[in-house]
């Protein structure tokens, strides 16, 4: 309990010690390098998704490209990459391992969220007369959307808890308090940066959770009394085939 009081006095101490930035300097660049990196992951993985979730084709593909991405150890990559890319473009090879790391989530994502929609509503805008592209953006990317924000969501989480580790190559972020502290014994430090991580990790869980509910198409929501009942499974009970008669008749 002491220890956990130091770490919550030196969050809030202007002394952080020698050789350490500020917090609010490691938090911009611990959210520096996690949206960048899921931002280019994001446009890499997006259209991918769709394209594999819209065609049904390649998804094996995808999947086992996932599976191994999702093998390799960030810290081993993060050094490999380092090395490779050498001591002056550190931030580059850090940000290509975030990415990495970032993909297999949104892509799944992408294409989970257009493969769990009801055949029925897409052969409904055929038979209505839209081309490929109007089905794809008028039916399976609101459609999906749901279940892309919550890739995004888990691939933003993942990013935010291994950037901690970019502190080990010298890149700063909350990870260089866990870093610095460890040889100096300074265990308040290092609980209190490790304090500071699943804070924000905590906060963007959050935040994405109120964009997965905001995601939903009006069409396919439920009713307010029946997410005043279950208001932990709405948001992913809206996206799931029981509720694609709703999203049917909205489109016609």
């Keep these: 309990m002491n220890l956990f009081l130091d770490a919550i006095a030196w969050i809030f101490s202007p002394d952080k010690g020698v050789g350490v930035s500020s917090v609010p300097v490691a938090l911009m660049q611990h959210l520096s390098y996690t949206v960048i990196s899921v931002?280019?992951?994001?446009?890499?993985?997006?259209?991918?998704?769709w394209l594999i979730g819209h065609?049904?084709?390649?998804?094996?593909?995808?999947?086992?490209?996932?599976?191994?991405a999702r093998a390799v150890p960030s810290f081993g990559l993060l050094i490999l990459l380092v090395l490779l890319f050498g001591v002056?473009?550190?931030?580059?090879?850090?940000?290509?391992?975030?990415?990495?790391l970032a993909?297999?989530?949104?892509?799944?994502?992408?294409?989970?969220?257009?493969?769990?929609?009801?055949?029925?509503v897409i052969d409904a805008g055929r038979a209505m007369g839209m081309t490929e592209w109007q089905i794809l953006w008028r039916i399976e990317v609101p459609l999906?959307?749901?279940?892309?924000?919550?890739?995004?969501?888990?691939?933003?989480?993942?990013?935010?808890?291994?950037?901690?580790i970019a502190a080990y190559v010298?890149?700063?972020?909350?990870?260089?308090?866990?870093?610095?502290?460890?040889?100096?014994?300074?265990?308040?430090?290092?609980?209190?940066?490790?304090?500071?991580?699943a804070?924000?990790?905590?906060?963007?869980?959050?935040?994405f959770a109120l964009a997965q509910r905001g995601a939903v198409p009006r069409g396919v929501r439920p009713p307010r009394s029946d997410r005043r009942?279950?208001?932990?499974?709405?948001?992913?009970?809206?996206?799931?085939?029981?509720?694609?008669?709703?999203?049917?008749?909205?489109?016609?």
């Design 144 to 164: 999906g959307l749901p279940l892309l924000v919550a890739g995004l969501r888990s691939a933003t989480l993942q990013v935010v808890a291994t950037v901690t």
């Design 103 to 120: 993909i297999p989530s949104i892509l799944a994502g992408a294409y989970a969220g257009l493969e769990a929609i009801d055949r029925t």
């Design 170 to 197: 010298g890149l700063g972020g909350l990870g260089q308090y866990i870093i610095a502290g460890i040889p100096l014994r300074r265990y308040d430090m290092v609980l209190g940066g490790a304090i500071l991580v």
């Design 88 to 100: 002056l473009h550190k931030p580059e090879a850090a940000v290509i391992s975030f990415v990495l």
């Design 39 to 49: 931002l280019v992951a994001g446009v890499i993985a997006v259209p991918l998704g």
């Design 199 to 207: 804070a924000l990790a905590l906060i963007l869980d959050g935040l």
């Design 55 to 68: 065609t049904g084709k390649g998804r094996d593909v995808a999947v086992a490209i996932s599976g191994a």
């Design 229 to 252: 009942s279950v208001p932990n499974n709405a948001v992913d009970a809206a996206s799931v085939p029981s509720e694609r008669p709703r999203a049917e008749a909205t489109v016609t």
